[in-house]
């Protein structure tokens, strides 16, 4: 009975290794036909006013948590990073709602915005869809604030709002322009 699942057990480990490996192959050439078919990479548009009005919506969602629990409001500047830690510590918004967890992440993009002239809200779009995301201006480099937030809150985590804008920050540098008389 012993040598008989031995048997079965080979049997099925050459089944799914030969399977795996065509698998592999089949993803290769798959992702090798997607990137020939878009060369060019993503495309990015300015927003359009149906964007504008929603981002505005999620805009007015934050200042209405914000107004309740706190008397507060956005002010659009780096002052908002602790507000909007507090709506994630006091989890004032529950992890099944997506469209008010990506509200937070409007507000976020703003901070970017307002801390550095050199960005911009606009619409990348690429195999996968189009999204909002905040791009340094005239490039598609890019980061994609609106789910800064959501994806790790919708798991249960309690991000740190400043980590995520510092970090954020950083790994745009490199391609920010560069001043004259900058240092690096």
């Given at each position: 009975m012993k040598f008989i699942h031995l048997q079965v057990f080979a049997v099925l480990?050459?089944?799914f290794t030969t399977v795996s490996s065509a698998q592999a192959?089949?993803?290769?050439?798959?992702a090798s036909k997607i990137l020939a078919q878009h060369e060019s990479g993503p495309s990015?548009?300015?927003?359009?006013w149906l964007n504008q009005n929603y981002m505005d919506k999620q805009r007015s969602t934050v200042n209405g948590l914000l107004s309740t629990y706190f008397g507060k409001r956005l002010q659009g500047d780096k002052r908002d990073l602790s507000s909007l830690q507090r709506i994630v510590n006091e989890e004032l918004i529950t992890r099944v709602n997506t469209q008010d967890l990506q509200a937070l992440g409007v507000a976020l993009g703003d901070v970017?915005?307002?801390?550095?002239?050199?960005?911009?809200?606009?619409?990348?779009?690429?195999?996968?869809?189009?999204?909002?995301?905040?791009?340094?201006?005239s490039t598609k480099h890019c980061l994609f604030p609106i789910t800064m937030l959501s994806r790790r809150m919708e798991v249960g985590l309690k991000p740190s709002?400043?980590?995520?804008?510092?970090?954020?920050?950083e790994e745009m540098q490199p391609y920010l322009p560069k001043t004259p008389y900058s240092v690096k």
């Open positions: 480990s050459l089944f192959a089949s993803d290769d050439d798959m990015i548009r300015s927003l359009n970017f915005i307002s801390e550095n002239s050199l960005f911009e809200w606009v619409i990348y779009e690429d195999d996968v869809g189009s999204t909002q995301a905040v791009c340094v201006k709002v400043n980590r995520i804008f510092n970090a954020s920050l």
